[in-house]
């Protein structure tokens, strides 16, 4: 097998992430990184946060705000023709009323040893919430008082704690989650969700995902935390493959608002009465369309929580 990969690159804008990296994993790539500048300024909570990324790195949104999402496909696959699919793919999301911005896919080679570590550059301990910090598994980290650290290997799955739609998952997390909660985490990728609910003392959590490639990366990360006799990750989706007898305290789902508008119609039926779904993922000129699915389907909008270009839903 060749040691090289092609590095594909699309050049796009925050609003057009969750679409695109979709269309990456429908056509067969193992995972993503997403290199955002905006992410930086919109994390930075307290002024010692930036002691937590490379300069260099968030310098390049003083001039350009592009969004660069890159994956990795050996050499020995059709290469051109996958370029094609997704430069066709990525176009059509104009379609659907989601600025692409440049829309530009291109490529460039790498040896295997630089793409299974170039991205963890972009990638710091980051204190999200109050307590929580993820720690990427090859930096150092001191805790200091009530942290509450996750230690992350995401590999090439998605999930590192860095994104807006992340960090106000875990903030809601930290806000509902007790000693005796059931949490369910749809579209669980690397895990980070769920391990976090176990780690604020949830009794029982259970992380689902369409991609294998995720599965067994949360369930790595699952082991690396302790957590494994609180959390599993499994294979699947809600409807159909979650026992219907189990019923969730929480339910947390940070994918994307077409996906949540779709699942409004089932999560009620794996929630306990009053239970708390917490719904992410979602671009601010899609809330209005995810609200009034959720109402539709019999829940109650508690808040909607908004950061950079992205929103938060919480209802019960």
Same mark, same amino acid.
């Given at each position: 097998? +060749?040691?090289?990969?092609?590095?594909?690159?699309?050049?796009?804008?925050?609003?057009?992430?969750?679409?695109?990296?979709?269309?990456?994993?429908?056509?067969?790539?193992?995972?993503?990184?997403?290199?955002?500048?905006?992410?930086?300024?919109? &994390?930075?909570?307290?002024?010692?946060?930036?002691?937590?990324?490379?300069?260099?790195?968030? &310098?390049?949104?003083?001039?350009?705000? +592009?969004?660069?999402?890159?994956?990795?496909?050996?050499?020995?696959?059709?290469?051109?023709?996958?370029?094609? /699919?997704? #430069?066709?793919?990525?176009?059509?999301?104009?379609?659907?009323?989601?600025?692409?911005?440049?829309?530009?896919?291109?490529?460039?080679?790498?040896?295997?040893?630089?793409?299974?570590?170039?991205?963890?550059?972009?990638?710091?301990?980051?204190?999200?919430?109050?307590?929580?910090?993820?720690?990427?598994?090859?930096?150092?980290?001191?805790? +200091?008082?009530?942290?509450?650290?996750?230690?992350?290997?995401?590999?090439?799955?998605?999930?590192?704690? #860095?994104?807006?739609?992340?960090?106000?998952?875990?903030?809601?997390?930290?806000?509902?989650?007790?000693?005796?909660?059931?949490?369910?985490? /749809?579209?669980?990728? #690397?895990?980070?969700?769920?391990?976090?609910?176990?780690?604020?003392?949830?009794?029982?959590?259970?992380?689902?995902?369409?991609?294998?490639?995720?599965?067994?990366?949360?369930?790595?990360?699952?082991?690396?935390?302790?957590? &494994?006799?609180?959390?599993?990750?499994?294979?699947?989706?809600?409807?159909?493959?979650?026992?219907?007898?189990?019923?969730?305290?929480?339910?947390?789902?940070?994918? /994307?608002?077409? /996906?949540?508008?779709?699942?409004?119609?089932?999560?009620?039926?794996?929630?306990?009465?009053?239970?708390?779904?917490? #719904?992410?993922?979602?671009?601010?000129?899609?809330?209005?369309?995810?609200?009034?699915?959720?109402?539709?389907?019999?829940?109650?909008?508690? +808040?909607?929580?908004?950061?950079?270009?992205?929103?938060?839903?919480?209802?019960?």
């Amino acid at each position: 097998m +060749s040691d090289t990969w092609i590095e594909v690159t699309i050049e796009t804008t925050t609003e057009a992430v969750e679409a695109i990296t979709n269309i990456l994993y429908e056509h067969g790539a193992q995972g993503a990184m997403i290199d955002d500048p905006k992410d930086f300024f919109f &994390q930075k909570a307290h002024e010692y946060d930036w002691d937590y990324a490379e300069e260099e790195l968030f &310098q390049r949104a003083d001039g350009d705000d +592009s969004v660069r999402i890159k994956t990795y496909i050996s050499e020995e696959k059709d290469v051109e023709g996958f370029i094609s /699919i997704i #430069s066709q793919e990525v176009k059509k999301l104009t379609d659907y009323g989601i600025d692409i911005g440049p829309g530009r896919v291109y490529t460039d080679s790498v040896k295997e040893e630089d793409w299974a570590n170039n991205w963890k550059q972009y990638y710091k301990p980051t204190r999200i919430g109050k307590n929580i910090v993820i720690k990427p598994e090859w930096e150092d980290y001191e805790p +200091s008082g009530d942290d509450i650290v996750i230690r992350m290997d995401p590999g090439m799955a998605f999930g590192t704690g #860095s994104h807006e739609t992340t960090s106000m998952c875990i903030a809601n997390l930290e806000k509902y989650v007790d000693k005796d909660s059931t949490v369910f985490d /749809i579209g669980c990728g #690397s895990g980070i969700l769920g391990i976090v609910a176990a780690k604020l003392g949830a009794k029982d959590v259970v992380g689902i995902d369409i991609d294998a490639v995720a599965v067994k990366v949360a369930n790595e990360n699952i082991l690396m935390n302790g957590v &494994q006799d609180i959390m599993l990750a499994m294979e699947g989706n809600l409807a159909d493959d979650m026992d219907k007898n189990r019923k969730a305290d929480i339910v947390v789902a940070n994918i /994307i608002a077409d /996906i949540i508008i779709i699942l409004a119609k089932d999560v009620k039926n794996f929630l306990k009465e009053g239970g708390i779904f917490i #719904s992410s993922g979602i671009i601010l000129a899609k809330v209005d369309d995810v609200v009034a699915s959720l109402e539709e389907n019999g829940f109650e909008v508690v +808040s909607v929580e908004k950061k950079g270009e992205w929103a938060c839903v919480i209802a019960r």
